[in-house]
């Protein structure tokens, strides 16, 4: 069983650990490492608006072990203050055990809290599963940028999604 919280500056180390081992593991992130040092994780993690900034972690209620981990900022400008750009990364031996669609969930629900209406990412194509489990959570596909990645040697496209919590996906140009 596992729970799902807010991430806490002491988190830092084991956030900072679990999503260089999926980085470097099995290439499903556009990211080769996590970009902070811990000391300046922690800080982040302490200091953040949590209106603008979202960390959620998914821990083993047995281990005390982290699972998985979401991060997603939302735009400060006036203009961007409805989108909010998300990342998940989720220990290998975790999958498909519901710790993906949990973080998911709670991030939506934070998102509906701040007034978020349209959520975003980027997901690499070849990660089916990732692509699987967003669309199960209502993204969609709004765009593919082909070749944006070199992973292993080979050219690899980044998947753009997004999933608009109001249910005006493509109305776009039409004032709110």
Not at 22 to 41: K, M, S, W
Request: with cysteine; aromatic share 6%.
């Amino acid at each position: 069983m596992f729970s799902v919280r807010r991430a806490m500056p002491e988190d830092a180390t084991a956030l900072i650990d679990l999503v260089n081992d999926v980085a470097t593991r099995d290439d499903t992130l556009g990211i080769d490492r996590f970009p902070l040092a811990p000391q300046d994780e922690a800080t982040f993690l302490g200091q953040a608006d949590p209106r603008v900034y979202l960390t959620l972690v998914a821990q083993d209620g047995t281990t005390g072990r982290l699972l998985g981990v979401l991060t997603a900022s939302r735009g400060t400008d006036t203009k961007l203050q409805h989108v909010s750009a998300l990342a998940i990364a989720v220990a290998a031996g975790a999958r498909r055990h519901g710790v993906g669609s949990a973080l998911l969930e709670g991030f939506i629900d934070w998102a509906r809290e701040v007034d978020v209406t349209k959520c975003t990412l980027s997901v690499l194509a070849h990660n089916e599963a990732a692509i699987r489990l967003f669309s199960k959570a209502g993204f969609s596909t709004e765009a593919t940028r082909k070749g944006q990645y070199r992973v292993g040697g080979r050219l690899v496209d980044e998947v753009l999604m997004a999933n608009w919590l109001d249910g005006r996906g493509g109305h776009h140009g039409q004032e709110s």
